[in-house]
């Protein structure tokens, strides 16, 4: 069965790095894309960007450039998000989702959105 | 970019009620729109993609409506279990990028 399986809780801080994991397993890795959500305490989801995991390019939704970087290691089935500098309000809850897709009626093929969830990593930055 | 607004941003109702929640898209986003469910805690849950197409092992009292501009995810028979935030998301563009509603609690009354 398909799972994506994140690293643990993280407290750092402020200006540290972190990198968070996320492994995949029951599917091939490079057959989907690779996305990463951020969720703050009390607040809603936050699309960051994707990572295309056949030639490994990111792409980074307005607000997640420059500290923000998407990575993968395919030979093990892992994507990464590292985030440098960080302040306060990145303490957040941090999801990678895979990127689902399907074949309509027509024959097209189509993104569903996202139908795998980690389980989140929560990263607390305090001093 | 397209921005995505919920209502309402909460609400109570009772177990068997039938809760109905609308997502709006600041521009025509065709049925490129998905549904997820959230509990405390936990990772969100697809429950609905192309608007209306209910996610596999989804129960059937979930159901979702809609094109272009104005969508609606509704629960025929609430059951206890779907106390949760609901959560619209767009995908329209191509390469994909996604913009989340702010979301709907719905809570036990």
């Known amino acids: 069965q398909v799972q994506l399986v994140q690293s643990g809780s993280e407290l750092k801080k402020p200006g540290a790095s972190v990198k968070v994991s996320c492994k995949a397993s029951g599917y091939t890795f490079t057959s989907y894309a690779m996305n990463w959500v951020r969720q703050a305490p009390g607040q809603g989801l936050e699309w960051m960007g994707w990572i295309n995991t056949n030639t490994g390019n990111p792409t980074y939704a307005q607000g997640f450039t420059g500290r923000f970087v998407f990575s993968l290691d395919t030979s093990v089935s892992t994507a990464y998000l590292q985030i440098s500098s960080l302040k306060a309000e990145d303490t957040a809850v941090y999801y990678c989702?895979?990127?689902?897709?399907?074949?309509?009626?027509?024959?097209?093929?189509?993104?569903?959105?996202?139908?795998?969830w980690g389980q989140g990593t929560l990263v607390t930055v305090s001093s | 970019a397209i921005r995505m607004t919920q209502s309402p941003s909460s609400l109570s109702a009772s177990t068997g009620d039938r809760v109905t929640i609308t997502c709006r898209a600041s521009?025509?986003?065709?049925?490129?729109l998905a549904w997820y469910q959230q509990k405390p805690g936990k990772a969100p849950k697809l429950l609905i993609y192309a608007a209306s197409t209910l996610q596999s092992g989804v129960p059937s009292r979930f159901s979702g409506s809609g094109s272009g501009t104005d969508f609606t995810l509704t629960i025929s028979c609430l059951q206890s279990e779907d106390f949760a935030t609901y959560y619209c998301q767009q995908y329209y563009s191509y390469p994909p990028l996604f913009t989340f509603g702010p979301g709907t609690k719905v809570d036990i009354k």
């Open positions: 989702a895979r990127e689902g897709d399907y074949y309509d009626s027509s024959g097209y093929y189509l993104i569903k959105g996202f139908d795998y």
């Open positions: 521009q025509g986003i065709s049925s490129y």
